[in-house]
T-cell receptor, first 115, second 111 residues
Framework: AQKVTQAQTEISVVEKEDVTLDCVYE???????LFWYKQPPSGELVFLIR??????QNEISGRYSWNFQKSTSSFNFTITASQVVDSAVYFC????????????FGTGTRLQVFP | EADIYQTPRYLVIGTGKKITLECSQT?????MYWYQQDPGMELHLIHY???????EKGDLSSESTVSRIRTEHFPLTLESARPSHTSQYLC??????????FGPGTRLTVT
């Protein structure tokens, strides 16, 4: 069965701290996609990154970086030097290549960055 | 950046009223989705569409209905709103097998 687990319900940090959001997934398929979305207080979900199962290369985009490890079925997200504007709920999601209409979301991690 | 719009952004309505939540996208995406997000943050797929005249029910049973008469428009209707329908409703669309793009959401409160 497919499942995405975000064990951290809420994380609080002080500005400029680094923070890692964990994501562990389960799937029987060998081909799948992983995503991260950000939901700020305004409510919309903002797409951050997509990674396919054949590409284990880590990715960095500014202060954001993602660590994909198939061996541990994890797709963790790190924010370096966090800022107050990073405060949001972050969702990890999974879709399988033969059922791409179904986006399986984790329960989200609420990140609060205090000044 | 995705161009997907939802109206209204906020709606407070009494029990028994009929409501329609609007969702439009200008990207020409064939596939569109409705999610319901409960206060605990979890997202549930309630409807989706592959294209014009196509609608499917999602994982979470919902008393709402949807229609897809035009590619760009995917409205959701509740014939008789109840307090249990209080939630945030998010519309999304996508073109290929990749990421879905989301609208700003409608926060519905039924009193």
């Amino acid at each position: 069965a497919q499942k995405v687990t975000q064990a951290q319900t809420e994380i609080s940090v002080v500005e400029k701290e680094d923070v890692t959001l964990d994501c562990v997934y389960e799937t029987r398929d060998t081909t799948y996609y992983l995503f991260w979305y950000k939901q700020p207080p305004s409510g919309e979900l903002v797409f951050l990154i997509r990674r396919n199962s054949f590409d284990e290369q880590n990715e960095i985009s500014g202060r954001y970086s993602w660590n994909f490890q198939k061996s541990t079925s994890s797709f963790n997200f790190t924010i370096t030097a966090s800022q107050v504007v990073d405060s949001a709920v972050y969702f990890c999601a999974l879709s399988e290549v033969y059922n791409t209409d179904k986006l399986i979301f984790g329960t989200g991690t609420r990140l609060q960055v205090f000044p | 950046e995705a161009d997907i719009y939802q109206t209204p952004r906020y709606l407070v309505i009494g029990t028994g009223k009929k409501i329609t939540l609007e969702c439009s996208q200008t990207m020409g995406h064939d596939k569109m989705y409705w999610y319901q997000q409960d206060p605990g943050m979890e997202l549930h797929l309630i409807h989706y569409s592959y294209g014009v005249n196509s609608t499917e029910k999602g994982d979470l049973s919902s008393e709402s209905t949807v229609s897809r008469i035009r590619t760009e428009h995917f409205p959701l209707t509740l014939e008789s709103a109840r307090p249990s329908h209080t939630s945030q409703y998010l519309c999304a669309s996508r073109l290929t097998a990749y990421e879905q793009y989301f609208g700003p959401g409608t926060r519905l409160t039924v009193t």
